[in-house]
Every structure is written in C-alpha cells, then in structure tokens.
C-alpha cells in the first residue's frame, strides 16, 4: 500500500474510532486530553473474553507488568505492529511480561481468523461492546499502556512501535 493510501485507512480509522467512542461529558468524541487523565493512575479494571470464551481480567495480572494494546484487524498499524509484540512477548514473558491485546472488531471471527493465520502467542481479547475501549478513552488505533506491577499506567503510546527494539525492551526490562 503506498504512504498516500495507508494515510487515508489510518485517517479513516481515527475518524470512525472517534465516533464510535463518546465522551462522557459532552457526547462527543473522547480528545488526546481526555486520555491524558489517565497518566499516572491506576489502569481500570475489567473483565472481557479471550478468543477460546476464557474471563479475563486485569486485575488478574496484578503484580505484573502488563502491555495493554487496543487494536483492530482492519487497522493497517495495528496488524503490521502484532508481528513485534509477539517477538517481545516471546523475549520478555518468561521474565513476567503480559501482552495483551484488545480487539475492537465488529467481530470475534476477524482476530480468531488474524491470531491462527499469524501465530499470536499473547493473550488477545475481544472487546465487543467496546466498554474497555471507552474506558480507556482510546481516540485512535493503535494504542498502548504500558502498567505496572502496581496497576498504574506509566505511559501511553500511540501508533505502531517497534516494540522488540533494544530501547523499547530496557524501558520495559526495568519494570519487571
């Protein structure tokens, strides 16, 4: 796909997300602010299914440092950054590391079908009614916590990321 036409999917990706997703203030959608207030605090708890019907939730992984990923099938930078959180997963899970991943598709087909073609080996959620989405005010795909032993979020990142990068692993690395 050439740099015009990814622009355009991620541009229409933001705008339908955007949409999709209300703020609890003004019935809009959420702004880059509102996901600022999460800086800090402690990541909301929630309880969703993984693709095999398994309740997950995250304060299940409580003392344990967790990548949290809000992502889509047909999001271009999500898929083409699945590759990179399975190599990190695969270095650094054995040390305590949990990936996990929430899909927003509008069916749990669409990551059952990516997750087997693509050999995912971290845990992938199906957020179906979107609620884990909302609560994390996620205004683009696709978009990144990392959080804490404690359950608090230390940084956002937003976009595709080489996550199995040297520097990405340190950040990480000193968590643990």
């Known amino acids: 796909m050439?740099?015009?036409?990814?622009?355009?999917?991620?541009?229409?990706?933001?705008?339908w997300l955007t949409a999709m997703a209300p703020n609890s203030q003004s019935g809009g959608p959420y702004s880059p602010k509102e996901i600022d207030k999460l800086d800090r605090q402690k990541a909301p708890d929630f309880a969703?299914?993984?693709l095999r019907g398994n309740t997950v939730r995250l304060s299940g992984l409580k003392g344990k440092v967790v990548l949290l990923n809000f992502w889509a099938t047909w999001c271009p930078p999500c898929v083409a950054e699945m590759p990179q959180l399975n190599k990190l997963y695969k270095k650094l899970g054995p040390r305590g590391l949990h990936v996990v991943a929430v899909s927003t598709d509008n069916s749990i087909g669409y990551p059952r079908e990516f997750v087997s073609k693509n050999g995912i080996d971290f845990t992938v959620l199906y957020d179906e009614n979107r609620t884990v989405t909302r609560s994390y005010k996620v205004f683009s795909m696709p978009t990144t916590f990392l959080i804490d032993k404690n359950g608090i979020?230390?940084?956002k990142f937003f976009g595709d990321y080489e996550w199995a990068d040297t520097d990405m692993m340190?950040?990480?690395e000193k968590l643990l």
């Open 153 to 155: 979020i230390i940084e």
């Open 2 to 15: 050439t740099k015009i036409g990814t622009a355009f999917v991620v541009a229409a990706a933001f705008l």
């Open 48 to 50: 969703l299914k993984d």
């Open 170 to 172: 340190k950040k990480i």
